[in-house]
């Protein structure tokens, strides 16, 4: 297991290239079940949780070919329309494949996710919009066993469920008749992936909206896509910058797509500065304490609530965080308290009271999100050295994460450990 080794007090400087999207690469492969002839996906960040969507998929007889920056799929040769719980526990969005198996085949055979560090995460909405379709489901030794031909319906999802409307939408553009979703997600990944669909071929109007209408198609083909900027990955350095009192520039993401997460870090007194396909953060005179609600698109976004908790740690006053989109998504909370952050969590509910510094421990990741504020919590720190351990979790959403930081001047390793 790596470790990653952190001296922190360096303010971060100059420009990073942010990769494409983790959230949107996921349900483009899923989406590759549809196709009926070859997709090439460009712009694909080279990362576990995409080596983990390419096992599956290979394992059910797709061709994946992945160069490291585009990918290359062919469902032409697929055999099997099952995903094993071996894989779909390791990644939640595995869950993404039974809508498109769905459509394509009229079948399934799909583990339950189980839940993970962050919450519960059932996916009732999902089976739920998956059975107003037509399907009939059930649930057999841990599996979602489900098959039968589409209808288009009017359904109403009871949470804006990124993946269930992910999984709604692949599943529709098969379904014979029109569809028409509401209280849908409205994520810059659910517009990636309907203009994906549209170039194989299906007819998806509304996306980004909370209205999708979606008209079913007898066959989809085959296509190219740029997959989007990784808005959270842009929003994770960003707040590295602005917590090191640094001056740093991101470039590939884009900037409407972080909308609330620029306006609270403006607050908080960054200056931010935005130009084509760049956005740049500088906090030169520190920053003051934020109150921040997560929400669904567009508001705050949960994904980068820990990194913003790890920054707001050593603020000047005090922040209110509360997290409106997962049950239990504090799990960095513990470390950052080791970690001499003064941090009071009530429920959904944090008071974070800056701090003058943090200093350096051995600390622990526990989930993607949650390692990504441990980072930055260990670049903040002036005093002592910070050795984060369990850094797979880290890897499963940041490319080399050690090698981009240390461009920006950041006193960063990764150490081999056992
Ligand atoms: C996607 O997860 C993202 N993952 C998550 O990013 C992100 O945090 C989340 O959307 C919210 O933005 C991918 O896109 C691969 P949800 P998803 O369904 O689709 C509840 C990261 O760090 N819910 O929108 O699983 C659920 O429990 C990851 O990159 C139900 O109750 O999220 C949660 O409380 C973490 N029933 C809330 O909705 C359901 O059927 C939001 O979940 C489905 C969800």
Wanted: glycine share 10%.
């Amino acid at each position: 297991m790596d470790k990653i080794l952190i001296r922190g007090g360096a303010p971060l400087r100059c420009t990073v290239a942010i990769r494409g999207a983790k959230n949107a690469t996921l349900p483009l492969m899923a989406a590759a079940i549809l196709a009926e002839k070859p997709c090439t996906l460009h712009n694909v960040p080279c990362l576990h949780d995409i080596f983990t969507m390419d096992k599956i998929l290979s394992d059910m007889g797709m061709a994946v070919e992945f160069t490291g920056r585009y990918m290359h799929l062919d469902s032409s040769s697929m055999n099997s329309v099952e995903a094993p719980y071996d894989l779909v526990r390791k990644m939640r969005a595995s869950f993404f494949v039974l809508g498109p198996l769905l459509g394509r085949f009229g079948k399934a055979r799909v583990s339950l996710p189980g839940g993970c560090a962050i919450g519960a995460r059932p996916v009732d909405i999902h089976l739920k919009g998956l059975e107003a379709l037509g399907a009939t489901i059930r649930i057999e030794s841990g599996y979602v066993e489900a098959e039968g031909a589409l209808t288009g319906a009017d359904i109403t999802l009871d949470f804006p469920s990124v993946g269930a409307t992910e999984n709604m939408i692949m599943a529709a553009c098969r379904a014979s008749g029109v569809t028409r979703l509401s209280n849908v997600a409205r994520e810059p990944e659910i517009v990636d992936l309907a203009q994906f669909l549209n170039t194989l071929g299906a007819r998806i109007s509304g996306a980004g909206t909370d209205l999708i209408t979606i008209v079913g198609v007898d066959a989809l083909s085959g296509g190219e896509h740029t997959v989007i900027g990784d808005r959270i990955e842009a929003g994770t350095f960003l707040l590295a910058a602005v917590a090191t009192h640094g001056d740093v520039t991101v470039q590939g993401a884009q900037s409407e797509h972080l909308t609330a997460f620029l306006g609270k870090l403006e607050e908080s007194g960054a200056t931010i500065e935005i130009g084509a396909n760049r956005i740049r953060a500088k906090a030169a005179n520190g920053f003051e304490g934020v109150d921040i609600t997560t929400q669904p698109f567009p508001g705050f976004p949960t994904d980068l609530q820990a990194q913003m908790m790890a920054m707001l740690s050593v603020a000047q006053g005090v922040s209110i965080i509360k997290e409106m989109v997962f049950e239990s998504r504090f799990m960095q909370v513990a470390e950052l308290l080791r970690m001499g952050a003064d941090i009071e969590v009530d429920g959904n509910t944090a008071v974070v009271r800056g701090v003058k510094n943090l200093s350096g421990a051995p600390v622990m990741a526990s989930d993607l999100r949650a390692s990504a504020a441990l980072v930055i919590a260990g670049l903040i720190a002036q005093k002592g050295e910070t050795a984060i351990s369990r850094v797979y979790h880290i890897d499963r959403g940041y490319e080399r994460i050690e090698e981009r930081l240390c461009a920006l001047g950041a006193d960063i390793r990764r150490v081999r450990e056992g």
